[in-house]
């Protein structure tokens, strides 16, 4: 998996932590033509719950750009709540014929992907 | 080593009349009796000491019990419990991660189906270690089926299935129980 590019560019959105016994925060901003998603921290039911992160669906379909990088190489914790919601940012790029692309992801967390059979849905 | 990290005011006598014996049989599996032992526990628990905070009681060197409210967040809770509970006897990070993981999702679906009755809280968290296995039993009190959406709860079990060695689950018209076995992770005492 390739590495995350470094960042020059301001968010546009942040979304952080519904509480204080899960940290994690998901930044979007708008760099060479995609629109990048930087999650940091834990992405489980209740961080990455779809009424946390509408802020960032609303900035996706604002934005105007197509494709996806999302940096998961902050990412502490994820679990099937985290993978939901990497499967509705797919969803919602495909939906304008965009693609998906994740960046940085630790080992073990590429592996939840694989073993949940979400790999193919990410371009390389 | 003494159990870490107690949740809500701290960790809590076990309240007068209160058999384990039950649960201890499900975290065994010398005997798997269904929901009923694990609902019956967690009523005992909160009848006397209501929720709808976590709470956390005393069961011995060796062995954790947790009672949760059904809130999307005590699935942080449990995992970073069960963490630093077999974080003395777990070989590699990775490993670590993994019971974090299945920890999780058995948490957030009895969560997401859980009903909670009157006092709010609904799940019962039992971890100890049984032939030199890590086992974790999270009952609650709704039915598995009961929780939307097919394919969140699809990747969910096939997580827990993959990252376990012992993953079952048993369900009727008074609740659910989950149990999942780890093998060669090993917490301090044992049963």
């Given at each position: 998996?390739?590495?995350?590019p470094?960042s ?5 959105v ?25 999650v ?8 990455a719950?779809?009424e ?5 669906d ?7 750009e ?12 994820l ?10 940012v ?9 693609s ?8 073990r967390?590429e ?10 849905l990410?371009?390389? | 080593?003494?159990?870490?990290g107690?949740?809500?005011?701290g960790v ?8 384990l ?5 499900v ?9 009923a032992?694990t ?10 000491h209501?929720c709808?905070d976590a709470?956390?009681?005393d069961?011995g060197?060796g062995?954790?019990l947790d ?5 999307p ?9 069960v963490?630093s ?5 777990t070989?590699?990070?990775d ?5 974090a993981v ?9 969560v997401?189906h859980?009903?909670?009755g009157?006092?709010?809280c609904?799940l019962?968290?039992?971890?100890g270690t049984?032939?030199g296995a ?8 709704g039915?598995?089926d009961?929780t ?8 969910g079990?096939t ?16 609740g659910t129980?989950?149990v999942?076995g ?10």
């Amino acid at each position: 998996m390739g590495d995350p590019p470094v960042s020059s560019a301001r968010a546009i959105v942040r979304v952080d932590s519904p509480s204080a016994d899960i940290p994690f925060s998901a930044e979007a901003r708008i760099e060479s033509g995609a629109f990048v998603l930087a999650v940091s921290g834990e992405a489980d039911v209740a961080s990455a719950a779809p009424e946390r992160t509408a802020p960032i669906d609303a900035a996706y379909a604002a934005s105007g750009e197509v494709d996806v990088l999302i940096d998961l190489s902050g990412v502490t914790f994820l679990d099937s709540g985290g993978l939901s919601w990497l499967v509705r940012v797919r969803s919602a790029a495909a939906a304008r014929g965009g693609s998906v692309r994740l960046v940085g992801a630790p080992s073990r967390i590429e592996r939840l992907l694989r073993i949940s059979g979400l790999l193919p849905l990410f371009a390389a | 080593m003494a159990v870490p990290g107690p949740l809500g005011t701290g960790v809590l006598p076990l309240p007068d009349g209160v058999d384990l014996s039950p649960l201890l049989a499900v975290l065994a599996d010398r005997d798997v009796p269904g929901p009923a032992a694990t609902l019956a526990v967690a009523a005992l628990l909160t009848a006397a000491h209501p929720c709808p905070d976590a709470r956390s009681y005393d069961v011995g060197p060796g062995a954790m019990l947790d009672v949760l409210p059904a809130r999307p967040d005590v699935a942080a809770m449990a995992r970073r419990r069960v963490r630093s509970f077999a974080a003395g006897g777990t070989p590699s990070p990775d490993r670590q991660d993994e019971v974090a993981v299945a920890v999780s999702e058995a948490v957030s679906n009895a969560v997401q189906h859980a009903h909670g009755g009157a006092d709010g809280c609904a799940l019962v968290l039992l971890v100890g270690t049984v032939d030199g296995a890590l086992r974790v039993v999270v009952g609650d009190d709704g039915r598995w089926d009961d929780t939307p959406p097919a394919a969140h709860r699809g990747r969910g079990t096939t997580l827990m299935a993959a990252l376990s060695d012992v993953s079952a689950r048993y369900s009727d018209a008074q609740g659910t129980v989950v149990v999942l076995g780890f093998d060669g992770v090993q917490a301090p005492g044992g049963l």
